[in-house]
C-alpha cells in the first residue's frame, strides 16, 4: 500500500505564508509526477501546482509568483511554499503523485492524501 500524508496547514493572515509538506511512504518504486490542488468550499478541486521528477514545475494562474513546488525524491516529499496568501486561497490542500507500486511497477496509480485546510483571513 502507499500512503500521502500532509502537513502545514492552518490558518495565516493575508500576505502571509505558508509551508505544506507531503510525503510519501509504503512500496513505492517510482514516483513520478507529483502536485498539489485545492477546492475551496461549494468550488470544484483545482489544480494548484505540479512537478515532474526531473522539476519541471507548472503552476495556475491565480498562484505564479506567490507560490513555488519542490520535491526531495530521496525522502519521496514534495513542498508548497505558499507566500503572499490571499483570502481567496482559503481551501482544502490536497497533495497528489503519480506512483509505480513495486507490486506492479510497470503502471503508475494516482494518489490522494487526505488534504490540509489553509485559512487566510483577511
Known amino acids: 500500500q502507499v500512503h500521502l500524508v500532509e502537513s502545514g496547514g492552518g490558518l495565516v493572515q493575508a500576505g502571509g505564508s505558508l509551508r505544506l509538506s507531503c510525503a510519501a511512504s509504503?512500496?513505492?518504486?517510482?514516483?513520478?509526477?507529483m502536485g498539489w490542488y485545492r477546492q475551496a468550499p461549494g468550488k470544484q478541486r483545482e489544480l494548484v501546482a505540479t512537478?515532474?521528477?526531473?522539476?519541471?514545475?507548472n503552476y495556475a494562474d491565480s498562484v505564479k509568483g506567490r507560490f513555488t513546488i519542490s520535491r526531495d525524491n530521496a525522502k519521496n516529499t514534495e513542498f508548497l511554499q505558499m507566500n503572499s496568501l490571499k483570502p481567496e486561497d482559503t481551501a482544502v490542500y490536497y497533495c497528489?503523485?503519480?506512483?509505480?507500486?513495486?507490486?506492479?511497477?510497470?503502471?503508475?496509480?494516482?494518489?490522494w492524501g487526505q488534504g490540509t485546510q489553509v485559512t487566510v483571513s483577511s
Open positions: 509504503g512500496s513505492i518504486f517510482a514516483i513520478n509526477a
Open positions: 497528489n503523485a503519480e506512483i509505480k507500486d513495486i507490486r506492479s511497477p510497470l503502471k503508475s496509480y494516482n494518489y
Open positions: 512537478i515532474t521528477s526531473g522539476g519541471s514545475t
